[in-house]
């Protein structure tokens, strides 16, 4: 069974497409598993014109709890959580498009780590990946790995912060409250920027075999985890191996 990646361009052509009705066939007869990221459900559910307002209010929840132990002294513990309650969870679209993408046979990789990271409601624990080519400990580990070494290159999460910390030095995600309205373009390209980062850390984390985009990173040029010299990056770093949906209808 070959193992696949589908970036957020890519995934609902396979669903409505009759060009690609071999690929559908080759997923629901489970000779392709079709993977989608996480990332399309928190992050780019977030409507662009929302996400500067989304990012300038969103807070973790952060509690505390004190113990007071046998021999007196005090042990705290504090948690940091996501706040499920404030994403929007999926328009009709999007609960359309994964309702028949489940019943398919894809599935979704877990884009997790991040201290407070997003959570989208509507996603159930059924619909996740099985660790079943990796163990939950070394996937988790490696994800968050890749994660640095693509912001070490300005990529993936990297711009959004940078357009924060103009704003505030201490804590970026309260500079994004306080961007000025001719950043909030940027601060939506910084979010999907940031969905691609991950999506390619979570390919490379479970051991995915191809990654399946369109995206050729023309507006966001060298400064995108997919732009072309990244690409052979990721392909000589982690054998990442790029191909479009043409490629993947001609490989089947």
Same mark, same amino acid.
């Given at each position: 069974m070959k193992r696949i990646t589908l970036d957020t361009n890519i995934w609902p052509s396979i669903l409505v497409s009759q060009q690609f009705s071999s690929v559908r066939e080759a997923i629901r007869k489970r000779t392709l598993?079709?993977?989608?990221?996480e990332t399309i459900f928190t992050l780019e559910a977030i409507k662009k014109t929302d996400? $500067?307002?989304?990012?300038?209010?969103?807070?973790?929840?952060v509690s505390h709890e004190e113990t007071v132990m046998s021999n007196g002294a005090v042990k705290i513990s504090i948690s940091i959580g996501p706040d499920k309650s404030i994403h929007p969870g999926n328009n009709n679209k999007l609960s359309e498009c994964m309702a028949e993408a489940l019943g398919l046979g894809f599935k979704v990789l877990r884009c997790a780590g991040r201290i407070g990271g997003l959570v989208n409601p509507d996603? $159930?624990?059924?619909f996740y990946m099985e660790d079943i080519f990796v163990n939950i400990a070394g996937r988790q580990k490696v994800f968050l790995e890749c994660l640095k070494k693509i912001e070490a290159k300005g990529c993936g999460i990297k711009q959004l912060k940078d357009i924060g910390a103009k704003y505030d030095k201490k804590f970026w995600l309260d500079g994004i409250s306080l961007a000025p309205q001719k950043d909030w373009k940027l601060i939506s390209t910084a979010v999907a920027e940031w969905a691609d980062g991950d999506a390619i850390a979570a390919h490379i984390a479970y051991k995915n075999e191809f990654f399946c985009t369109r995206d050729e990173a023309k507006k966001s040029g060298s400064n995108s985890i997919l732009s072309e010299k990244n690409k052979?990056?990721?392909?000589?770093?982690?054998?990442?191996?790029?191909l479009n949906l043409g490629q993947l209808a001609t490989m089947l």
């Open positions: 598993l079709a993977c989608v990221p996400r $500067k307002g989304f990012f300038a209010n969103y807070k973790p929840i996603l $159930k624990e059924a052979k990056w990721l392909a000589s770093e982690y054998n990442v191996k790029f």
